[in-house]
């Protein structure tokens, strides 16, 4: 895709000397890249400005001479004159903070805020130093809850409109806003209705005084008690930028840290909120062991050597084949790493899977050209093809929602129910479960369809494919189009979902995909291999082999199974040994039913957790891991950016990171995985790794790669350019980050703009990335004699081995450095499944606020999760006989529930929707992971 084009420039005099400014841009912005700080608090660059506060007052000098302007509302022009600290320019400050202060409580050592208010800060630096009013201050009840998570304190209120302008525009939940008039104005929710944005958290850290603070953080701790580190979210795929902040080895609060390409300083409440589980009082903390019918807790010695000893037994009686691993999404990549090579290298195992049955298939994932979240919003159109973005996702809801309202982007919509999206749509198919590849055949098909396409009407259909010839023809080849591709329902297989990207893939010549994977890691497990028939690199097994088994000692010869496969293997006794990689297949797997004959047929559980989760207290051997905060290390997003996580805390008991783990069970079975670090297992990454040459730790340490490195790097890739600096009044709380990850931090110079431009072999700010990537393969040729038998020559992809050594002895081997595999991503022809009269087709999605173990265990979270209910369009609640808010008894293949079914016009006909992993039984209940779909009866109770 085409780069931005950069900004036009203009000339202003900004205090008497010239400055160059974008055109169209606020003097506010302009200054302050200028190194001219105007004070402010209703301003914010994320959001539209509304100049309400007047503290930003400047002087602009016009026709009629010098006039008090916002600088926040005005935008710069050629030739304009401004002054920022003229008398009148100080009076006017003066005047602004004395009325804000009239009736604004002095309660700052009390107040959370006190410490890193802005108000507080630009009073001593642009305040009078004094008030001339003596009356008696405005007093209000406090706090007043506007929801579970945000609480008001009226009278610090100062009307700035930042919380009811981010509630509207950016997060499109208007649910608070001012209320009454003159010095009785506050902040309040419509009668009835609570404010339950997900992006709640996000106005209070916003907030420029300390009217609204947070349930979980209040009167937590002060913040010149706070210590901080910068790392990236973990609760979905997104990969928001953190600061994640502690105060007594405990984490208090986390904020979000404005990553352009990514979060853009947002966070969901899900992903700002859950610290609180790190420091639960149901955290397992030290090995257990099953002795009898109980797990007892012993020393982490008989822990792991129980573990090595079963995992000895199955392979030497049973084979490699017998032993499998579920999971690895939550870890960090050099976890998954460790764990990848401990399966191929020790276990000699190929059964690895890091999505839990409810994603899509690694090659699909691995073989799609990938796009990024700022490509999707620069597209020329975006085809959503996944699950409800807002629930799942949310901030990248929050980044396409505003390219769509903002830029105007076309969003085309292929979903099995309404979305979070849907009224942003510019065409919404809402189409039966299982046969999305039937409708996008007939979107790219040569001739209009006829008839009902997937329960869409004929009609919609065309206009959505007239929407797309018509941008077609009016971009012509610079038109350009990104799929956001994701699973919409458990309920429904993986196969319509590859077979439509495959269509698409070919249908749009330099398409994109955003694949829409919910789970934390999961894009960074799959690189590291943890996917049947994958090796570390988006590499497929074949090609991979001979470079992987001269690194490691050895790689299996077939393809392994995923998560549901070794279900079904150990529900029939023939799986010997699974490990659980932070993974609760009774509660995370599609099929609950399999699940648990799954965990009782296998012959010894190993889980690897953090919490005595349900499928975990079915484990034979516990052992405690390090979480989220707990552990340094690297993370990749859905986009394939690889980014550092912090670590801030120390991890409670003896609970040890995962790499730890695997390193210390290999070495107990007489094999060595060859690290004893982090920043080891990291450079091995990048020496093995075909998708992460050249991204050494010293480039993901630099401040051009504090945003992230996209894998693998190449020409193409956007500029990396250093971050612009932290607007404090726009993210009151963020210190400069304490990168405690950091051992040595390198600066890469860039050019006065700040841009790092990739030179022809991807070189850096005159720095070659690449450089030394090749050493330890090279060293090879230098520390053997090549022409000696049996010698393995270890070589980079086009060396020109011959002309310098001499290889023609039959005992020497070339191995070479694979390239990432290009995994073919053909149309599976998936069967379209026939319709059944007397059932509907079940929905099954996930919700933000779930029955995981981040909100369940966060004490602030826990009881926002709903219970579960059915939802079916009216016209089949009236022709099956039922009524909205009664009860019915859901049938299934696999079992059967009685629950309320409510009527929801965004259920399309044939349908029934459920909410996944809630409290209580659900949909796991009802779904067979086997079959294509799964159609329910709605029987009278």
Known sequence: MAPKKPP????????????????????????????????????????????????????????????????????????????TTTPGVKKAQDGVLEFLLVNHPLDCPVCDKGGECPL??????????????????????????????????????????????????????????????????????????????????????????????????????????????????????????????????????????????????????????????????ERITAPLVRKGDELVEVAWTEALDAVASALQKAREVHGGGAIGMIGGARLANEDAYAWSKLARAVLGTDNVDAQLGDGLPAQTVLGLPRATIDQACDASAVILLAPDLKEELPVLYLRLRAAVKDAKLPLIELAEQRSGLTRHAAASLLHRPGEAHVLVRALTAAADPTAEVAGVAPAEVVAARQLLKGIGE???????????????????????????????????????????????????????????????????????????????????????MDTTQML????????????????????????????????????????????????????????????????????TNMEGRVVRLGQKVTAPGVAWPDWMIAAELAFRMGKELGFDNVEGIWDEIERLSPAHTGVTSNLLASLVAKDGVVVPMGAADPPMHKPE??????????????????????????????????????????????????????????????????????????????????????????VTRPAPTRFAVPATSAPVPPIDAYSLRLIATHQLWDAGVGVQHSSHLAGLAAAPSLR????????????????????????????????????????????FNLPGEGAADLIDATAAITNVRLDSV
């Open 568 to 635: 079904v293997e150990a529900s029939e006794g023939r799986l010997a040994a699974l490990i659980l990689l932070g993974a609760d297949p009774l509660s995370d797997f599609p099929d609950r039913s399999l699940a648990r004959k799954g965990l009782q047929g296998a012959g010894t559980v190993v889980a690897v957790d953090c919490f005595l989760t349900e499928s975990a207290k079915k484990a034979d051997v516990f052992l405690p891991a390090a979480t989220y905060a707990e552990r340094a290390g690297t993370f």
């Open 725 to 814: 600096p932290l607007d404090p009044m726009a993210e009151p709380g963020i210190i400069a980050a304490e990168t405690h990850w950091i051992s040595r931090l390198t600066t890469i110079e860039a050019a006065s703009t700040g841009e790092v431009e990739r030179g022809p072999q991807g070189d850096v700010g005159g720095q070659d990335p690449l450089a030394g990537a090749t050493e330890d393969a090279a060293a090879v040729s230098s520390d053997h004699n090549v022409s000696d038998p049996g010698i393995t020559l270890v070589t980079e992809p086009d060396a020109d081995v011959a002309a310098e050594h001499d290889v023609s002895d039959p005992g020497i081997t070339l």
């Open 872 to 915: 079916a369009n009216p016209h089949d609640l009236k022709r099956l006989g039922h009524e909205s808010g009664g009860r019915v008894k859901a049938v299934s293949p696999r079992g059967s529930l009685v629950l309320t079914v409510e009527a929801d016009t965004g259920v399309p006909r044939g349908s029934v929707a459920l909410g």
């Open 8 to 83: 036009d420039k203009v000339t202003i005099t900004l205090d008497g000397r010239a400055v160059e400014a974008n055109k169209g841009e606020m003097i506010i912005a302009a200054a302050e890249r200028a190194g001219v700080y105007i004070p402010r608090f209703c301003y914010h660059p994320r959001m539209k400005p509304v100049g309400m506060c007047r503290m930003c007052l400047v002087e602009v000098v016009g026709p009629r001479g010098p006039a008090l302007t916002p600088a926040c509302f005005v935008a710069v022009s050629d030739g304009q004159v401004v002054n």
């Open 120 to 281: 507080q800060d630009q009073t001593l630096a642009f305040g009078p130093g004094e008030t001339r009013f003596v009356e008696e201050k405005r007093h209000w009840e406090k706090p007043i809850a506007l929801s579970e998570l945000v609480l008001l304190d009226r009278e610090r209120c100062i009307q700035c409109a930042r919380c009811t302008r981010f509630a509207d525009e950016i997060a499109g939940d208007p649910q608070i806003d001012f209320s009454m008039r003159g010095d009785m104005v506050e902040v309040a929710t419509f009668p009835g209705q609570p404010f339950t944005s997900y992006f709640s958290g996000n106005t209070v850290q916003i907030c420029p005084v300390g009217a609204l603070t947070s349930t979980p953080y209040r009167f937590k701790a002060r913040p010149w008690d706070i210590e901080q580190a910068e790392s990236s979210c973990t609760t979905c795929a997104v990969g928001c930028r953190v600061a994640v902040q502690s105060s007594g080895d405990h984490i208090t609060r986390k904020l979000g840290v404005d990553s352009d390409p990514v979060n853009q300083s947002w966070l969901c409440d899900k992903g700002r909120f859950d610290w609180e589980s790190l420091s639960s009082a």
């Open 474 to 560: 009016k971009e012509g080849e610079d038109a350009t189009y990104v799929v956001v591709l994701g699973r919409p329902s458990l309920a429904s297989g993986p196969a319509p979902f590859a077979d439509a990207a495959a269509t698409l893939l070919d249908a749009f010549p330099g398409v994109r995909f955003l694949t829409a994977l919910r789970r934390g890691n999961v894009h960074g497990a799959l690189d590291m291999g943890l996917a049947p028939g994958t090796l570390p690199g988006r590499v497929s097994q074949s090609d991979g082999r001979a470079w992987f088994a001269q690194a490691w000692g050895q790689v299996p010869d077939t393809t392994g």
